[in-house]
């Protein structure tokens, strides 16, 4: 089976040989392509992320053979410091979470989106959780923010829930006469409902609700991810200083 020309990203890419190269896109059409590029030579332009490309395939299997890949004319984002470690941050959980072979051409501009307003912004956090929360979504591990996961009733504004990865939203406080007071015998942090509404309606204004879609993603990565640590993370960490004598 031949794909021609299918705009793409690469999302990671390693040596596996001197001449070729083992490699991941995120594609319009087809979601994440993996496949075995040949090592570009001195007339053939570098394989890097972040650069808007055109990518050819061979195969039936999960693993393609790359036959051809091309910049594109397309405007590409300048990233760079804090941004561009966002960047490769957004191109691990997606390669970690987005299906193969599956049509996602929503969240592929999603992904055009986010780099370029990445690459304008010093406020990353609101672009990094709207992304985060679309990737979880698209790849099936979301849970819903509208009901209580158990009860089926509707979340209310001013309940506490806990987020049970799997199954959803559980209110952890004990209401009596339409109100909630919050139980605090539970292992994690509960969510107050006006904030789960509000992440829900993609309203991420307040900060108080910023901080909780932030919590609700790495609580969903921990239950995807287990003990694998995200390696970009490390692009975050505070660098060692050293006293001089």
């Known amino acids: 089976m031949r794909t021609e020309l299918q705009s793409a990203y690469l999302l990671h890419g390693r040596k596996i040989s001197d001449s070729r190269i083992l490699a991941d896109f995120i594609t319009q059409d087809f979601g994440q392509v993996s496949g075995i590029v040949r090592a570009p030579g001195k007339k053939k332009p570098p394989l890097l992320p972040f650069i808007p490309m055109n990518i050819s395939w ?7 053979t790359i036959t051809q890949y091309e910049q594109s ?10 941004a561009l470690y966002c960047a490769f941050y957004v191109n691990e959980i997606t390669q970690r979470l987005l ?7 929503q969240l592929f501009q999603l992904y055009q989106i ?5 690459s304008l912004s010093e406020e990353v956090e609101p672009i990094l959780r709207r992304f985060e929360l679309a990737l979880l979504k698209a790849s099936g591990s979301m849970v819903e923010f509208g009901n209580d996961a158990k009860s089926g009733l509707a979340i209310r504004e001013q309940c506490y829930y806990q987020l049970q990865p799997g199954l959803g939203f559980v209110e952890v406080s004990h209401s009596g006469n339409n109100s909630c007071s919050y139980v605090s015998t539970h292992r994690r942090a509960p969510f107050l409902g006006q904030h789960l509404l509000a992440i829900a309606q993609d309203d991420l204004s307040d900060q108080h609700v910023l901080y909780a879609a932030k919590w609700v993603v790495r609580i969903m990565f921990k239950s995807l991810f287990g003990n694998k640590a995200l390696k970009s993370r490390e692009f975050f960490k505070p660098k060692p200083t050293f006293k001089k004598d």
């Open 58 to 64: 061979l195969g039936k299997n999960e693993l393609k």
């Open 73 to 82: 004319a397309s405007q590409h984002p300048h990233l760079e410091g804090k």
């Open 99 to 105: 299906a193969k072979g599956e049509s996602l051409s």
């Open 114 to 118: 986010t780099l370029f307003k990445l």
